[in-house]
């Protein structure tokens, strides 16, 4: 399969209407690893199930309920915390692959033998690794807006360091990291996103502590590539799609596309006038993409 990219423009994009309910109400359960860890986590949908990893600083609570819901319409989606952060109970894992083992433990402790593993900027970190490490479990991977194993990419932009290291983040600053202010559309939805994300008022999760996110940052295994990851992805047979947005402070995307042709089975799609969240800018449109792609 070769790498594929498409361009998407806003200009042909309709408002929508999302319905919310099914994530706002989804009980958070609790998964018992050994060790005596536990992960705290939320299933809605039914289908094929797809365990998500989430961004830096993300929670249970972070992810946009309009996406989750599109995505539940066609699989069963399952969002959980990293052991150690957020409702999820042990010592937290000081490196990329233990993080990744934990989904293999979620996997296994739901009686789950193969599965849609995706991620979220870090969390796509988290994704690429399990995909590579223990890939008889995988059917797809899906890689929203994060970065190319190793150190040979491009340094996020200041301006993401002043936003994402803040103690508490408001609606600018989410703004800012994960939609495109250059452009009205993407400042209306990053607003709207806010709001559908606050509907949730009670099993509320935990927000990360400095020093838990402090702990992901020390993580170093991934950029370092010290798993052969880059080499990994190059061999592996899983079919595999990202998500790219046009201004990603994060991870640039451009990186994706100086690797064209280097991993073949990564097909991309680049949404215009979006920034580090195009799941969150256009929801149902992402989750429609990714269904399709998961039923090839």
């Known amino acids: 399969m070769k790498t594929l990219f498409f361009v998407l423009s806003t200009l042909f994009l309709l408002p929508l209407s999302y319905a919310h309910a099914q ?73 990329n692959l233990k993080m990744a083992m934990e989904i293999k433990e979620l996997a296994q402790s ?76 993407s400042v209306d939805a990053a607003k709207a996103s806010h709001e559908r994300i606050a509907a949730r008022k009670s099993d509320k999760d935990i927000p990360m502590t400095e020093a838990q996110w402090n702990g992901l940052l020390k993580a170093r295994d991934y950029v370092e590539d010290k798993h052969g990851t880059y080499k990994k992805l190059q061999e592996t047979k899983i079919p595999i799609l990202g998500l790219l947005g046009e201004n990603d402070i994060s991870f640039a995307a451009e990186d994706w596309f100086t690797a064209k042709g280097v991993f073949p089975t990564v097909s991309m799609i680049y949404f215009a006038q979006t920034g580090h969240g195009p799941q969150h800018q256009f929801p149902e449109l992402s989750a429609k993409y990714i269904a399709e792609f998961v039923k090839r």
């Open 110 to 185: 739901l009686k789950i033998n193969k599965f849609v593993v995706g991620g979220w900027s870090y969390g796509g970190m988290i994704a690429q690794v399990a995909l590579t490490e223990f890939p008889e479990m995988i059917s797809h991977g899906i890689l929203i807006g994060t970065r190319l194993p190793g150190a040979k990419v491009a340094p996020p932009q200041k301006i993401f360091f002043e936003r994402a290291l803040k103690p508490v983040n408001d609606l600018d600053d989410e703004t800012v990291l994960f939609f495109n202010p250059k452009y009205p559309a």
């Open 23 to 95: 994530s706002v109400k989804a009980k958070t359960e609790y998964a018992k690893l050994a060790e005596d860890r536990t992960i705290a986590f939320r299933s809605i949908g039914k289908g094929s199930p797809i365990i998500l990893a989430n961004r830096f600083r993300g929670n249970l609570d972070t992810w946009d309920p309009a996406f989750l819901d599109a995505l539940a319409k066609s699989n069963r989606v399952i969002i959980y915390d990293y052991v150690g952060t957020g409702l999820s109970k042990g010592p937290q894992a000081d490196s």
